[in-house]
């Protein structure tokens, strides 16, 4: 008999298979979390996305407050601010991260600017004031601009 065939009713072969998946698949996550800490990607989601903070820029949807219908698809300045954990005596409190929208460029080349303006990555409309107290009803499709 030759002992170089692959019997797949063996149960060392299946702990063999079972050892190398495992130990593949905690390489990866040892590679992504490497690669995603010092040169991740700036897109939301995105399986390598960076753990830092970063600026890009996704379309948004603006709805002025009087006008519920119409809305402006426009170019948007979007903050990703890293998870933030902060340590006391007896206790640390983590926060996730957080998205905010900062800019947005209307097709008259004015631009809005916002402050602690957060989206929603749900597609829910929340609502900001921009610069001119203005209230804008704001909603992120997460459509990142190429």
Same mark, same amino acid.
């Given at each position: 008999?030759?002992? !170089?065939?692959?019997? %797949?009713? /063996?149960?060392?072969?299946?702990? #063999?298979?079972?050892?190398?998946?495992?130990?593949?698949? +905690?390489?990866?996550?040892?590679?992504?979390?490497?690669?995603?800490?010092?040169?991740?990607?700036?897109?939301?989601?995105?399986?390598?996305?960076?753990?830092?903070?970063?600026?890009?820029?996704?379309?948004?949807?603006?709805?002025?407050?009087?006008?519920?219908?119409? !809305?402006?698809?426009? %170019?948007? /300045?979007?903050?990703?601010?890293? #998870?933030?954990?902060?340590?006391?005596?007896?206790?640390? +409190?983590?926060?996730?991260?957080?998205?905010?929208?900062?800019?947005?460029?209307?097709?008259?080349?004015?631009?809005?600017?916002?402050?602690?303006?957060?989206?929603?990555?749900?597609?829910?409309?929340?609502?900001?004031?921009?610069?001119?107290?203005?209230?804008?009803?704001?909603?992120?499709?997460?459509?990142?601009?190429?």
């Amino acid at each position: 008999m030759n002992t !170089n065939t692959i019997n %797949i009713k /063996d149960k060392k072969f299946w702990k #063999k298979i079972l050892g190398i998946a495992v130990g593949a698949f +905690i390489l990866f996550k040892i590679i992504q979390i490497i690669i995603s800490s010092f040169w991740g990607i700036n897109e939301i989601g995105h399986i390598l996305e960076s753990r830092k903070s970063y600026t890009t820029q996704y379309y948004v949807y603006l709805f002025e407050e009087r006008t519920e219908t119409s !809305n402006n698809k426009l %170019i948007g /300045d979007v903050y990703v601010a890293e #998870k933030n954990c902060e340590d006391y005596d007896d206790h640390t +409190i983590c926060y996730p991260r957080s998205i905010l929208l900062e800019t947005a460029y209307l097709p008259n080349e004015e631009e809005l600017y916002f402050d602690e303006c957060e989206l929603n990555l749900d597609n829910n409309r929340n609502s900001c004031f921009d610069q001119n107290e203005n209230k804008w009803f704001i909603e992120f499709h997460n459509e990142k601009i190429k």
